[in-house]
Each structure stands twice: as C-alpha cells, then as structure tokens.
C-alpha cells in the first residue's frame, strides 16, 4: 500500500551503516536523493514574536559572554510557555554565561531557559559521495569486520564532518561534493524557526541522519543473519511486528510552488531483535500517515496526501496502532486496511497547523 509518491528510508536501514553496502548501494541507485538532517538541542534562547520593551532588560551581550546586570529586576513581560532564564541566573553564584550564540541578542527582550532545536538539512550530490567512497575504500577493507561496523563514521570523520548543523554540509563542500537545498531553522520545536537569537554552548544532544528519497530501488535485501529467511507471507513464530507512530511535520510543495507544513502522525515498525525486517515491513505498507479523531482519539488513515512532499521531521510523541504484537507482513497490511480513512482534502489543514488530532 503506497499512497505517497515519494518513499524515503534511512540509509543505515538499508545498510547496516557498513560502508561497502553504502557504496554498492548508492552505484545501483544513483538517482535517489540523498538528504542529511543535523541537530542540536540548547538551552537559552529569544523568541522571534516576542515585543520590544521600552527600556534595556537584565541582560546584557557581548565578546561573548552574556551577563545578568546587577541590581536588576526582570522584564515585566513573559511567556507562560518557558521559564525565564533571570530566574536561573539569579541561582548562580556567578550570574553569567561564556557562550557561543547565534541569531541577533536584542536587550530589550526576555531572554529563557528551555528546548532550542538547532537544525539543518541538504541534499549530497550522489555522484560526488561515490567518487570520495571509492578513493577511501580498499581490498582489505572488505574482510575487515571493525571497518564495516564503523567505517562509513571514519569515512565522515576523514572528510572533517563536524556535528554543527549550521557548518555540517561545508565537509562535503570542502572534499568537491555538492550540497543543494540547505535549509536552517532554530525553533522551540524540531523544525520550527520561532527563535531569534539563542546559544550553542550547553549541548545537551546532537544528531545527524541520512536519508534517501526515491521512487524506486534497485537493492535486494539482506538481513543481517544469514541463517535467517525471512519470507512475508510465512508466519515466524519468534517474529514481533509492532505498528506504531510518531508526531512529525511534513514539508510540502502546493499547487502555486509554494512550502507549506502541517503536523500529523506518521508510521514507525520496530521488529525487536530482527531490525533489517522492518525494512521489508515497511516497504510493504509504504509511507502511511494517520490523525486521532473525536474523543475516543480513534486512528484514521489519512488519504489524498499531497504529492510533493519533501520534508520529515519528528516533533513529539510516539503511539501504537495495535495491542498484541503481529507476526507476518499480511497481519500488518489487514492492520491497516481495517483503519477508517479520512481525505487531506477534507481536513484542509491551513500552513503550520496540527491535524494529529482533529474533531
């Protein structure tokens, strides 16, 4: 069941992150979309939509270092939503922070203390990523079990790949391999651009991922066992299949060229103990996206999806479409089709809003 047009998979999914099946996978299929999303989360931050006040507040900016002022009461106005950091600093026993920052401090607003989403995203040009794959891989490589475990990690970090989502595409720029499409966005979502001016030195988690985007595939898969035959229309009695789903903002192009986003949920399979048979679990479904309805939150599969979507990001939230564990792929797709459906169209969601759960 496919009702998206365009399919994407984690490359480690596909790969087991071994490099050597990175490459042969990436020479099969060279006219997917490679896409890399990198984030940060931080503490400290000023919202964009947030007012001007007439006077300079309790904090104060510069080389580097953002200081509480002493004698100083806080700025009157606040957000119910996130604490104000006058309140943390007035906790310290030295009341300043040595930070790297970005975005435009303005003292006239308040500054908090909460979740910062730091995150950006591109495409890698494939044909590049071959041609610096091959260059690092060697014939011994291929028998080397601790080079297929972590390999591809010491082909990034021999590019100079740095964590920082706002300077994670110069690596592959530096080594002559396009990146197209950087998207930059700091929010108090995953996702969101809500925030003006925040630091990058309390780190609290970083993460990067790859992913392709593709229409079709031209790979067999090889689960990681060799032991192991998988077969989707044979019941495994050791077999656990689990549907589930997690908020994420989809990114999609309209009718008149424009980015519109709306929040919604959107298919998981986890397979404990057999990881590479989620890959063919979900290739079977294809990419699903569901909404909660009424007061009983009851799971309707949403249909007539637009056809250019270009983007996923996770926000919050993980649920189950089922109870027990299900043990064959057929037992998945009766899973679904059993599902109420309910059109996009009919929702008609306006930019940025939320349809994980409608009336």
Same mark, same amino acid.
């Given at each position: ?6 399919? #994407? ?27 890399? $999303? ?20 309790p ?10 002022? $002493? ?10 939503n ?35 989403f ?23 490589d $291929? ?23 706002e300077?994670?595409?110069?690596a ?7 990146? #197209? ?65 997690e908020? #994420? ?11 519109? #986003? ?98």
């Amino acid at each position: 069941m496919h009702i998206m047009n365009k399919t #994407t998979k984690k490359l480690n999914e596909i790969t087991d992150g071994d490099p050597i099946k990175i490459l042969e996978f990436l020479e099969k299929n060279k006219n997917i979309r490679l896409k890399y $999303e990198s984030s940060y989360e931080d503490l400290l931050f000023q919202l964009k939509d947030d007012k001007v006040q007439v006077t300079d507040g309790p904090f104060e900016y510069e080389h580097g270092l953002l200081k509480l002022k $002493e004698g100083f009461i806080d700025l009157t106005q606040q957000n119910i939503n996130y604490e104000s950091a006058f309140d943390i600093f007035m906790k310290w026993e030295k009341p300043e922070l040595e930070t790297w920052a970005g975005g435009d401090f303005n003292p006239r607003k308040p500054v908090y203390w909460g979740d910062c989403f730091i995150y950006s995203s591109g495409y890698i040009d494939v044909e590049g990523l071959i041609k610096m794959l091959r260059e690092f891989i060697t014939e011994e490589d $291929e028998t080397d079990e601790d080079f297929r475990d972590e390999g591809f990690h010491w082909f990034l970090d021999s590019l100079g790949l740095t964590s920082d989502p706002e300077e994670f595409h110069e690596a592959f720029e530096d080594n002559e391999i396009d990146v #197209t499409d950087i998207n930059y966005t700091v929010g108090t979502e995953l996702g969101l651009d809500d925030i003006s001016f925040y630091s990058t030195s309390k780190v609290i988690h970083s993460d990067y991922e790859f992913i392709i985007e593709y229409d079709e595939l031209n790979w067999v898969f090889e689960p990681k066992d060799n032991n192991t035959d998988f077969d989707e229309n044979v019941e495994e009695a050791n077999l656990e299949i689990h549907l589930m789903y997690e908020g #994420t903002l989809f990114t999609y192009i309209n009718d008149n060229e424009e980015e519109m #986003t709306f929040e919604a949920n959107r298919l998981i399979v986890e397979c404990p103990g057999a990881d590479d048979y989620e890959w063919e679990v979900k290739d079977a479904l294809g990419e699903l996206v569901f909404t909660s309805k009424g007061d009983s939150n009851e799971i309707y599969l949403i249909t007539d999806l637009p056809e250019d979507i270009v983007g996923y990001q996770f926000t919050n939230s993980v649920g189950d479409l089922h109870d027990e564990a299900l043990n064959s792929i057929e037992k998945a797709v009766e899973i679904i089709k059993n599902l109420k459906t309910i059109s996009f169209k009919e929702i008609n969601p306006k930019d940025g809003e939320s349809i994980r759960y409608i009336d």
